[in-house]
């Protein structure tokens, strides 16, 4: 017999590598990853483009030219400018931090009297947008404010001003410290083993010393990632430098982009496109440097896997010294302007030379409600609250999912386009759609619509909308969704009938939670306006700058009621309570 016939014969037929369909479970995994991709990307892509062109993207006679780099570092102002943004944010970072540190120390570690009711109050800033705490605060504590003018008149010029760097950085900081404050209770002050207090108690070391020497250091990871966000929020922030800085001429990179880019009569879109870079390699430095510093974060485990339970210090004789400065702060900090905007709502003035009762009246409200645009911007914030928070749900839910339960190659990729937008100020996540919507020809349609406002506040909070999600996904047990796995049940089928039911109180907290951020964003917005899409925010930005205080106080007061009745209900009919 033929050898090489006979291999002829039994050798099979070479054929290409076999080409194996995509399953339903993967074709849903990269379409979540593509929404996640053009959601996070599309917005960027245009800002760096406009970088690079001579005039605006809308005008198709594009002439690409380095020039716009060229002004922008050769510009006196904008090194002036930064200066005062990176001043400014770390002013705030450090009250902020101080302010939200103290009290979780006190109101989370000690037994002093009240600390629960005045911990409570101490989230309330956290609850309501800087326009809202910025007005509040200028209605009491301005330059014309009621208390001003009442401590002018008994002792003479009162000792603070509120347009000055440290002015403002008070205001901010006082807005920022809940955060802090969240951020070092839960994250430490309630879950450090009490043998290492109660080791130092019976060295002879007081109740500050154990806070100081032991409780303190080990809040270090917790202080280093609020800290970092404080600043981040700080290097964004809007309103509190717009008002409280421009009448003294003092600009931060986002009040200088508004003004060059909304305020202006021909605005220069490259050098804004420029500058706004310039503010995301701050902030995306700023989340590194957190990174860094908590590289070897395990040097802080106090939580082994024996249970324990932390006991109150007792402050002894310090308990009512301290209850006094805590009270004061709650009082003059906190209700003090919230109450002066409420009641600047319901007065024509606001001033100490004319008895309250004298001046009430309703005729802002009247403004309000009577008025077609501010009861657009109403509704419009109400209907964008509840799309946004609804999809931006749904979406990191699902790249929860991807990301925790499933074998897709690029997970972890799809976990970094998900937390990119943090680095991405929301001034800049809103210039970024409108020029998306103008340079891409599939998000045409989303321009002069309420829906380009719901994508651009989706893609702001992904991160924040993850980072509610994701934990409760990897609290859940693998060995439930396995099983499913062995019975037929495909990745789809698994996580529908299995996790998202599990998922539910997850969920609903992380709704709420993006429908009150939304219900108070603003920034977001700014680029992005348009007749017949008014929101809240945009007016009252508007309506204060015209000096229109009365209805921007019936506006902010309508704001404050609408959180306030949201977060309650969250409360009593659903069991959520935002930060726990």
Not at 351 to 370: E, M, R, S, Y
Not at 457 to 482: E, H, R
Request: with cysteine.
């Amino acid at each position: 017999m033929n050898t090489q016939s006979a291999e002829t014969t039994l050798t099979p037929p070479r054929v290409g590598p076999a080409i194996v369909p995509l399953s339903r479970s993967r074709m849903a995994q990269w379409l979540i990853f593509i929404i996640t991709a053009v959601l996070v990307l599309a917005p960027a892509l245009p800002i760096l483009l406009q970088v690079f062109v001579a005039g605006p993207l809308y005008e198709r006679d594009w002439h690409f030219t380095l020039a716009n780099i060229g002004r922008l570092l050769g510009n006196e102002a904008i090194g002036e400018i930064a200066l005062t943004t990176l001043a400014f944010a770390g002013l705030t970072t450090v009250i902020a931090q101080v302010l939200g540190v103290v009290a979780a120390l006190l109101f989370g570690r000690t037994d002093m009297p009240g600390r629960r009711v005045m911990g409570d109050m101490m989230m309330w800033p956290l609850y309501l947008s800087h326009l809202i705490m910025v007005v509040g605060w200028l209605i009491v504590y301005g330059p014309s404010g009621f208390l001003t003018q009442a401590f002018a008149r008994m002792f003479g010029d009162a000792p603070w001003n509120l347009y000055s760097i440290p002015g403002m950085a008070i205001v901010a900081g006082v807005s920022q410290a809940p955060l802090a404050y969240l951020y070092c209770l839960y994250g430490v002050a309630r879950s450090i083993d009490p043998t290492l207090e109660s080791a130092a108690r019976t060295c002879g070391a007081g109740p500050l010393t154990v806070m100081r020497r032991v409780t303190l250091p080990l809040m270090l990871p917790a202080i280093v990632t609020s800290s970092a966000l404080n600043i981040v929020i700080a290097v964004e922030m809007l309103s509190i430098p717009l008002f409280l800085g421009r009448p003294a001429r003092i600009d931060t990179l986002s009040s200088y982009l508004y003004l060059e880019g909304i305020g202006a009569s021909n605005p220069q879109h490259g050098m804004v496109a420029a500058s706004a870079l310039v503010l995301v390699v701050l902030v995306g430095a700023t989340l590194m440097l957190q990174r860094l510093l908590l590289s070897n974060g395990h040097r802080y485990e106090t939580v082994k896997g024996k249970g324990t339970r932390p006991a109150p210090l007792q402050l002894g004789a310090l308990k009512w010294p301290l209850f006094t400065l805590a009270a004061l702060y709650i009082v003059f900090v906190v209700l003090v302007p919230i109450l002066g905007l409420v009641l600047r709502a319901f007065t024509s003035y606001l001033t100490p030379l004319i008895p309250v009762w004298q001046v009430l009246t309703l005729q802002n409200f009247k403004d309000v409600f009577q008025t077609d645009a501010y009861m657009r911007a109403l509704w419009n914030t109400l209907i964008i609250s509840v799309a946004a928070a609804g999809l931006g749900t749904l979406l990191t839910a699902l790249i929860a999912l991807v990301i925790q339960r499933s074998s897709f190659p690029f997970r972890r990729t799809l976990e970094a386009l998900a937390y990119s937008p943090r680095m991405v100020p929301g001034l800049i996540t809103g210039l970024g759609v409108f020029y998306a919507a103008i340079v891409f020809a599939p998000f045409g349609w989303l321009r002069d619509s309420i829906w380009i406002l719901v994508v651009a506040y989706v893609m702001a909070t992904i991160p924040l909308g993850l980072g509610a999600v994701q934990p409760s996904v990897v609290q859940i047990g693998a060995d439930l969704d396995k099983a499913a796995r062995t019975v037929g049940a495909d990745w789809i089928t698994s996580m529908r009938r299995i996790l998202l039911p599990l998922m539910k109180p997850a969920l609903l907290g992380c709704f709420i939670l993006l429908f009150v951020v939304h219900l108070k964003s603003y920034v977001v917005a700014i680029f992005l306006m348009a007749p017949g899409l008014e929101i809240m925010g945009v007016t009252m930005l508007g309506l204060w700058e015209n000096g229109a205080a009365g209805v921007t106080a019936a506006f902010a007061t309508l704001q404050i009621a609408m959180i306030a009745i949201l977060l309650i209900a969250a409360r009593l009919v659903f069991g959520v309570k935002l930060y726990e």
